[in-house]
């Protein structure tokens, strides 16, 4: 090492000792030299500590790893091997990883989780199988498969040592390491000898596991199972040996501890039938379970585990009957602890009730005299030289005596169960080599240790010597494979320890001669042990215990209690209580007791007990050796067999004492670590070359500190070796071995430090270089920006100027204007202000006047009125006096001529003077007319004078008036507003009486209304109630549609779930059924083989994989759809209405492509009735022709109706458009009126909107309802024809005949159903989306009439009036928009049909004239054309006859002998072609013998050429090609017309026309199903072995990967240096691989949907086996690692790609891996780098989240790890997801298989058969 280099500088970090961590973190904060008594350092929560340092007290603390090794899977691999390192790299692991197992050198340390992990899946047994020790996570699995490699590379037995505490987990341990013996050697024939392995386990855990306080599920025994193996490595067979089984729990537990878990299992199962003679109760009623006080045990059911202990015992052959009797046996046990013992008065005997019902149901339990067994449980015989006699025992003697009874039973009882259980799984065939699992019990301290303590400890003192030994002898034979010079190292050597127990007067010498003594005594034991070995180092006296001793073990210095030692070695029992036993009536309870050696006991053996001397029978041999003596030579033939095999170790840990799930207390785990010998071994690699390096690693690790020249070398071991001895001047700290560099510790670490500094320094210099070279940019650019700102600031500026300049003479011309502008506009307004005033000043003047002149006129006006109404008052008054004067005068003078007149009247005087009189007065009445006719005349003159002037007059006034008014301008105004006023006031005449019209007429008008509206009202009431009717009905029917939808989606979900579970289970028959029949074949050909040729290979059993589900190859669908083309109603408006108004053309475009969105769902519905009506073709057409009627009916009264009622809303609208005109002519302005019409009449309009609306739903609904009753109807007859093939099928077949036609029924029940529920399922779709768009429409239309409402109420009533009106155009619009598109529908069909009735009668036509061509032509050619008749008829058929005793041959050369490459250059499957035309042949004969003989025969030979190439791809391949393409062939010619949609004239006359060969097109399939899983099975199998070395370890991006210190696993045994190594393929080579997959499948003719559904499968192994690997392997989760697997992922789908198979689903496969990559690619630091990684990866699983960020590993300081709060993080995250709780992906896998219906487009009748063939025997037909 170089001087500069001194570990204990600044900033180095350390370990320092904690009293509660045990080791404390801490870092130099002060540089230490040699000789300071104090190391300056700082804690982790910068706590400054000042450590004492001394040479001998108090030493320079541990080293710290760097960050770079933390978290390593192999504590060797660390460059500091200490006790600290470990501790903290264990913890890192165990809290922060989540691992659980860590490799330190050749143990496995396994910490116990206290939790279920899902890491021991059949996925993960498959994904370590196979695998090197070091490639993958430490596992379990990995010691095992290391176990299985070496035995069967190296011909030598293994063992696998599992150890640790109480609670550690060695049992579960142990059981995985057999389940994965099991799994991956299987058994070859049907013992399945591996299930009986796995089925010992309950029953073990049954009888010889206990609840303690450290453990629910504690092994009280120790077990040693060895596995039996064939020479073709397959259990055969297995065997256990048991250790010192912990006899006393069975009469004594301590508090919160339990008896062994049979008692509770039976007493948790009493109430069964089978067991209610046992008598037993609850566990708490008996004394031996009931003394833990505790007899549950959480989340654990002792009745279910009872259950699967009895299936145990019934898989191992156990009968039913000795279940029973052990059961017996067991329940004994408990009552024999329940018989009460009573003490007599004196004390020194006892004795025990004949009415104790626990001893009857012990004594009948076990089939002996209950008196006898009454006395023997009291009394014991005494046996001496002289004589033997009975001597009485007191009540605690015979307790105990009972006690020993007990557990003497139950011993005998766990050796019998074990001994059949070794029965069971002994085998007949030859063990070759075998692997043993030893679980058994770590070393143990307590605060009491006895006997049982001492046992284990002493065992397991053995078990690390053994291990010390092993590990010395594989460092040092590393040394010398090496060729390096060693030295010997010095390990702890505890064969003096093993020597103060087992050598000749050791502790158990001396324990059996005292036990040998009669009244020997532990004190006397104890003094002898005080005095023999007083003097041995590992021995010591307690200095306050005279009944003690301590020894001091490898682990720990134990002190054990010498009381009950003699007692438990002896391990007494009474002969007398035994002998009882043997004579049981029982046949199982008298073998329990008898020896191997004692002869069959007589039927009337008893015990009679004599005074008279007799010789004492000598004790069984066996029954002298003690307890200690039987476990000395058992762990002796334990330690031979260990020796005798490879050993494998595993150390389990026990984290805890509270078992909490992850939590870590390192004082507890020291101490184990101290005792299983994990420290030793770390002290023995340490003591040596811990750190080893291969020279590539180390050349690509280290190549930074090289110069360039050496870099030139090509011996890199050379260029290794320069380098060293420049970096370390110190030779010993390190050696050159043949293939790799041994370093003493620290060593890595200095290196690893030097390359740090270097690329520090590196980091330093190009940090320098960039910074600069940023600055000197960074200036370039400041500059260039200043220039350019300083010029563009110049311009700037001159420009600024130059408009300053401009501004400035501008403002000066502005300023001009502007004073201009103001002075004159000031001038103005002062000229205006002035004769403003002057108006209003002279107005106010002269109104001044004209109101003194106004009112002098009034009050002249006043006065005359005044005046003449008093003149006129007493002018009548005067008038009125006068002529009532005058009245009153004239009366009496009329009075007194009336009576002279009546005088004169009667003489006739007065006669002749009243005609005189008469004759004057018509004189004076004519003269007077003259004069009154003149002045009449002359009044007319002076009327026209005066008229005259009066016109001059008003000339003149009115002039004077203009002149006044220009004067008197409200003089003027005022008279204006009087004259209007006047004519106002006539107009307001005029206008109520017009209103009182209007009014009368108005009132009449709204009676009508109202009585309309009534009507209305009431039928709308009407109508309200039939739509709630029908609505409640569609409710009714759309919840019963939804639920028969729901239903019905349910239904068909559950019936595909049913059809691919049944085609799943199918497959797995078939393949079943497949494995078997080569079992079968495999049997008959070992009877025929006479010798057999052994050889090594590995089992397949463990290549089981889930079976795949798989689509039947029947079923083909063909879709026709005939689209219309769209009929562009848009542009024809656009162009006819465009002088209409705006808004109505965009609500009629909008309606247009309304009609046109409805069209086109219309049109796609329509499609899929005509695709629906094709797929039922054979089916009678009557409902539909009846359906299409309904429709056309419908359709033709809906027009009728449409256009009635557009008729009449037409006319409404005319009346109405002149009642309004008429109104709005008229000058009528009442607000009133208007409102009360505008209101009448939008009610008006909605009821008949409404009215509309209603009638459309009623017209709809019926059609529905019409449309589901005939859906229903449907569904019956259905159901009424589903119930026929029920009835065919309801036989039971009796024989094969009968079986085949049951299985062919319902294979053909089972498509009709299918059939129908797909078109039931289909209708019922349909119908939903049918409802759903209606719905749609009533949404959309409410919407719309919602919004026309809204703006219609924000309008005034005029508009209200305008908008209405404009809405009824609309509307009438829409419907004749409705018509024309109907009536264009109807003219295009009548163009469309009449088109088809021309072409029709123009083939009709063509067709007429060709025959009548042919009957004239018919005679002519017969002279000169009749060879070609005759060769025409004899022309090739397409058929190929063969005689019967010809099959064999065809068979052997078109099946047996042929290659792909023989007819590579003919027409693909061409095999399949000929023997179709040979099955034409036979069926055009008629011949059905024949056909089933060719092709049962066809069939047979198939698999008999696949079972001989098992593992040739291009066979299989062919052979695919071949059934796949004949099973396409029987059904192109089926003759069915589903198949014959492609075929061409010739090809349907082609057609089978005697035979249906429906049954063998469904073996064919079978039989394509069997080739594809056997093409992808050899297609994995290649593919597999490159996977992982393509993907993940070949360097595609070259110097991209980095090289980590590797551990001792890399350098271990389990790789074979020897054969050369693994092979290492690459990428190009697994590209060129798959590559040659898809030429041969292409070439052979595969149908290209089989081709992508075998790459799909390809991809998906490719992707499950490199997943797993990376979630395995720590090594590969690097950034640099993701970089190449994205490289990698995207080279196979740029081959994809390539290969034109991307679409074939393959690349959604890889999709896991590439999220994978890009997870170790992304960043791993903030809250939203968790959530884009969560938005990422959605093809991972949160556990492999999590897994792969545990697993994220930097290859250099500069790197950063994943934070444990980061992790938690993600998965706070991702807990809503429900993920599997599976990790890894199964490789297995298959996804189904679907062979579409591909038909050929070859003609039969133009395939050449080549020559090359020898198919000479063939007749063309």
């Not at 492609?1542 to 080739?1571: G, M, W």
Request: charged share 30%; proline share 3%.
């Amino acid at each position: 090492m170089t001087s500069e280099y001194y570990p204990y500088s600044k900033y180095t970090r350390v370990w320092i000792p904690d009293a509660d961590d045990v080791w404390k973190a801490a870092e130099i904060v002060k540089d230490y030299k040699d000789g300071d008594p104090v190391l300056h350092l700082k804690l982790e929560d910068e706590m400054p500590l000042e450590y004492a340092v001394g040479p001998k007290s108090n030493p320079l603390p541990f080293l710290r790893n760097p960050d770079i090794l933390v978290g390593e899977n192999d504590l060797t691999a660390l460059s500091y091997l200490h006790e600290p390192a470990v501790l903290h790299n264990l913890r890192v692991r165990f809290i922060e990883s989540n691992h659980i197992y860590t490799y330190c050198g050749i143990v496995l340390v396994a910490i116990n989780p206290y939790e279920q992990l899902q890491i021991y899946g059949e996925e993960v047994i498959e994904a370590y199988s196979g695998q090197n020790m070091g490639d993958m996570d430490p596992h379990i699995f990995a010691v095992a498969e290391e176990a299985y490699k070496q035995m069967a590379r190296d011909e030598r037995n293994q063992s696998i040592i599992v150890s640790g505490e109480s609670g550690a987990g060695k049992t579960v341990s142990a059981k995985y390491a057999m389940r994965f013996f099991a799994t991956v050697g299987g058994s070859a024939n049907d013992a399945n000898v591996e299930e009986k392995v796995l089925a010992s386990s309950p029953i073990m855990e049954a009888i010889g596991n206990a609840k303690t306080t450290r453990n629910d599920n504690s092994s009280r025994f120790g077990k040693y199972i060895q596995i039996g193996f064939s020479r073709q490595y397959h259990i055969i067979g297995a065997n256990m040996r048991t250790y010192l089984l912990e006899k006393s729990r069975v009469v004594f537990q301590a508090v919160d501890e339990r008896n062994y878990h049979i008692f509770y299992q039976l007493c948790a199962s009493a109430s069964l039938p089978e067991f209610k003679d046992l008598g037993l109760t609850s566990a708490e009623d008996f004394t031996f379970t009931s003394l833990g006080e505790n007899i549950f045990i959480e989340g654990v059911n002792d009745a279910e585990d009872f259950k699967k202990t009895r299936e145990a015992f019934t898989l191992l052959g156990v009968k039913e009957s000795s279940q029973i009797s052990i059961f017996k046996v067991v329940a004994s046990i408990l009552h024999l602890g329940n018989v009460e013992i009573c003490s007599e008065r004196d004390g020194e005997s006892c004795h025990i009730s004949r009415d104790d019902p626990h001893l009857q149901h012990f004594c009948r339990l076990l089939g002996v005299e209950q008196k006898q067994m009454e006395h023997w449980l009291c009394h014991r015989k005494l046996a001496t030289s002289a004589e033997t006699y009975v001597k009485k025992m007191s009540s605690k003697q015979a307790t105990n005596a009972c006690n020993a009874l007990a557990k003497h039973i139950y011993a005998r009882m766990f050796d019998w169960i074990v001994e059949h259980i070794n029965m069971s799984l002994q085998t007949s065939s030859k063990q070759h080599s075998f692997i043993g699992v030893l679980d058994i019990y770590g070393f143990e301290t307590f605060e009491v240790n006895s006997f049982e303590q001492f046992c284990i400890n002493y065992a397991n003192e053995k078990l690390q010597q053994q291990f010390n030994s092993h590990v010395f002898k594989l460092e040092q034979e590393e040394y010398m494979k090496e060729q390096i010079p060693w030295t010997l190292i010095d390990f702890y050597d505890n064969q003096p320890c093993i020597d103060l127990i087992e050598a000749r007067l050791g502790i158990l010498d001396l324990l059996d001669e005292e036990c040998k003594v009669p009244k020997g005594t532990e004190q006397n034991w104890a003094q002898k042990l005080y005095k023999q070995h007083s003097s041995s180092a590992h021995f010591q006296k307690p200095r306050m215990s005279n009944i003690s001793f301590i020894i001091i073990h490898f682990a720990d210095m134990v002190e054990y209690q010498c009381e009950g030692f003699l007692e438990k070695n002896r391990d007494t029992v009474y002969d007398e209580q035994i002998n009882i036993l043997k004579a049981s009536q029982f046949q199982l309870v008298a073998d329990l007791f008898h020896e191997k050696d004692d002869a069959a006991p007589s039927k009337s053996s008893r015990v009679n007990v004599r005074a008279a001397k007799s010789v004492p029978k000598a004790p069984n041999r066996e029954h002298r050796k003690t307890v200690g003596h039987q476990f000395r030579s058992s762990l002796h033939l334990l330690m031979e067999t260990l020796n005798a095999t490879t050993p494998h170790y595993v150390r389990c840990i026990k984290p805890n004492d509270e078992k909490e799930a992850f939590s870590f207390d390192s004082r507890r785990a020291v101490q184990q670590l101290r005792a299983c010998g994990v420290l030793e071994t770390i002290r023995i690699s340490a003591a040596g070359y811990p750190s080893r390096w291969t020279y590539p690693d180390f050349f690509s690790r280290y190549r930074v500190l090289l110069k360039k020249s050496d870099m030139m070398l090509s011996d890199k071991k050379q260029v290794c070796r320069n380098l060293l001895e420049t970096l370390i001047k110190e030779p010993d700290m390190f050696q050159f071995g043949k293939t790799k560099i041994f370093f003493r510790a620290g060593q890595v670490a200095y290196l690893e430090k030097l390359r740090t500094d270097k690329f520090r320094a590196a980091c330093i210099k190009i940090q320098k270089t960039v910074r600069g070279w940023l600055q000197r940019v960074r200036y370039r650019k400041i500059r260039k920006s200043a220039i350019t700102i300083q010029r563009y600031g110049r311009g700037y500026l001159a420009r600024r100027y130059a408009e300053f300049l401009r501004l400035s003479r501008a403002a000066l011309i502005c300023q001009k204007q502007y004073r201009m502008v103001r002075d004159r506009r000031a001038f103005l307004r002062v000229r205006q202000a002035v004769v403003t005033i002057q108006a209003y000043s002279r107005g106010m003047y002269t109104r001044r006047i004209f109101k003194e002149f106004l009112l002098h006129h009034k009050a002249m006006i006043i006065q005359r009125s005044v005046r003449g109404w008093l003149a006129r008052k007493k002018f009548q008054r005067a008038r009125n006096a006068a002529v009532i004067i005058q009245c009153a005068f004239r009366r009496t003078r009329a009075k007194k001529q009336l009576q002279q007149l009546k005088i004169e009247a009667r003489s006739a005087q007065h006669l002749k003077n009243l005609n005189s009189g008469m004759e004057n007065k018509i004189v004076q009445l004519q003269r007077k007319m003259d004069d009154q006719s003149k002045g009449y005349r002359n009044q007319n003159e002076q009327l026209v004078q005066q008229n005259s002037g009066l016109g001059l007059e008003v000339n003149k006034l009115q002039k004077q008036l203009e002149l006044m008014k220009s004067q008197q301008v409200e003089g003027g105004q005022l008279l204006s507003l009087q004259e209007e006023l006047e004519r106002l006031r006539e107009e307001l005449k005029d206008t109520n009486a017009e209103r009182k019209r209007m009014e009368e007429e108005h009132g009449s008008e709204k009676l009508t209304l109202q009585q309309r509206v009534k009507e209305l009202e009431t039928e709308n009431g009407l109508l309200k109630s039939e739509k709630e009717e029908l609505n409640q009905r569609i409710l009714q029917h759309s919840q019963s549609s939804e639920v028969d939808g729901s239903n019905a989606s349910q239904r068909e979900a559950s019936l595909q779930t049913e059809l691919d579970a049944e085609r799943q289970r199918y497959q797995n028959l078939l393949k079943e059924f497949s494995r078997l029949e080569q079992r079968y074949d495999n049997l008959k050909e070992e009877e025929s083989l006479s010798k057999f040729q052994p050889g090594h290979r590995r089992n397949p059993s463990n290549q089981s994989s889930l079976e795949s589900d798989s689509n039947y190859t029947s079923i083909s669908t063909s879709e026709v759809g005939d689209t219309e083309d769209a009929i562009q109603l848009v542009e024809e408006m656009g162009v006819e209405k465009a002088a209409m108004d705006i808004s109505l053309f965009m609500k009629l475009q909008k309606r247009v492509r309304e009609l046109e969105t409805e069209r086109k769902r219309l049109q796609l519905s329509v499609d899929k009735m005509e695709e629906l009506n094709k797929r039922k073709s054979s089916e009678s057409r009557s409902p539909t022709s009846e359906q299409e009627k309904a429709d056309y009916a419908y359709n033709n009264l809906k027009r009728q109706e449409l256009e009635t009622e557009n008729k009449k809303l037409k006319n409404d609208l005319n009346a109405l458009s002149k009642a309004v005109a008429e109104r709005a002519s008229q000058n009528n302005s009442s607000s009133e009126l208007q409102d009360s019409y505008n209101l009448l009449l939008s009610q008006l309009k909605s009821a008949n909107e409404e009215l509309d609306a209603r009638k459309e739903e009623v017209l709809i609904l019926r059609t529905q309802i019409v449309s589901t009753a005939q859906l229903l109807e449907k569904n019956d007859l259905i159901k009424d024809s589903d119930n026929v093939p029920e009835v065919n099928n309801s036989k039971e077949p009796v024989d094969k005949e009968e079986a085949v036609k049951a299985y062919q029924g319902l294979c053909e029940s089972k498509k009709l159903l299918e059939a129908q529920l797909q078109s039931q399922a289909r209708k019922h779709k349909d119908e939903l989306e049918a409802l759903h768009t209606q719905n749609e429409l009533l949404k959309d239309d409410i919407e719309k009439k919602q919004e026309i409402i809204n703006s219609y109420s924000s309008l005034s009533p005029e508009a209200q009036v305008e908008y209405s009106i404009q809405q009824e155009i609309t509307r009438l619009t829409n419907d004749n928009l409705d018509l024309k598109e109907l009536v264009e529908k109807l003219e295009k069909n009548e163009r469309k049909l009449k088109k088809q009735l021309r072409i029709y009668m123009k083939k009709v036509q063509e067709l007429e004239a060709a025959q009548a061509a042919a009957q004239s032509s018919r005679p002519r050619p017969e002279l000169s054309r009749q060879v070609t008749v005759q060769r025409k008829e004899k022309d090739f058929e397409g058929m190929l006859e063969y005689y019967k005793e010809d099959e064999a041959l065809l068979l052997k050369t078109l099946i047996s002998d042929i290659r792909p490459n023989t007819v590579s250059a003919t027409v693909p499957c061409l095999p399949a072609y000929i023997l179709f035309m040979c099955i034409r042949h036979a069926d055009y004969i008629n011949d059905d013998q024949k056909v089933e003989s060719l092709l049962t025969s066809t069939i047979n030979a198939i698999k008999k050429v696949l079972k001989k190439n098992n593992d040739d791809f291009e066979m299989t391949s062919f052979w695919l090609a071949n059934t796949s393409r004949l099973l396409h062939c029987l059904k192109q010619y089926s003759g069915d017309e589903a198949f014959m949609t492609q075929n061409t004239s010739k090809q349907n006359e082609h057609c089978l026309k005697n035979f249906d060969l429906a049954e063998y097109r469904q073996v064919l399939s079978d039989l394509s199903i069997q080739i594809y899983q056997q093409l992808i099975k050899v297609a994995e199998g290649i593919i597999q072995p490159m996977t992982v070395s393509a993907m993940l370890e070949s360097e595609s991006i070259p110097s991209l990967a980095g090289v980590k210190p590797m551990g001792y696993r890399n350098r271990s045994s389990s790789m074979d240096l020897d054969a050369g190594g693994p092979t290492s393929y690459t990428l190009e080579t697994l590209i060129r691989q798959l590559g040659q997959f898809h030429s041969i499948m292409r070439d052979h003719g595969l149908d290209p949907e089989i081709v992508g559904q075998v790459v799909r499968q390809l991809f998906h192994c490719i992707n499950a086996v490199t997943l797993n690997n990376l979630l395995l392997r720590k090594d590969v989760c690097s950034w640099s690692a993701g970089m190449q697997l994205r490289y990698n992922t995207s080279q196979m789908e740029e081959w994809l790609r390539a290969n034109n198979l991307y679409q074939s689903k393959a690349a959604a496969t890889l999709e896991p891996i590439i999220q994978a990559a890009q997870l170790l690619q992304v960043k791993k630091k903030t809250t939203q780098d968790a959530e884009a990684i969560c938005s990422l990866c959605t093809s991972l699983t949160t556990q492999q989240i999590v897994k792969i960020l545990n697993l994220y590993t930097p290859l250099n300081e500069f790197e950063e790890r994943v934070t444990v709060s980061f992790i938690r993080n993600i998965q706070n995250n991702l807990q809503e997801r429900n993920d599997p709780p599976q990790l890894l992906l199964d490789t297995k896998q298959q996804f189904p298989v679907l062979f579409p219906y591909t038909p050929s487009a070859l003609s039969l009748e133009t395939l050449h058969i080549p020559a090359t063939l020898r198919l000479d025997f063939l007749t063309r037909v």
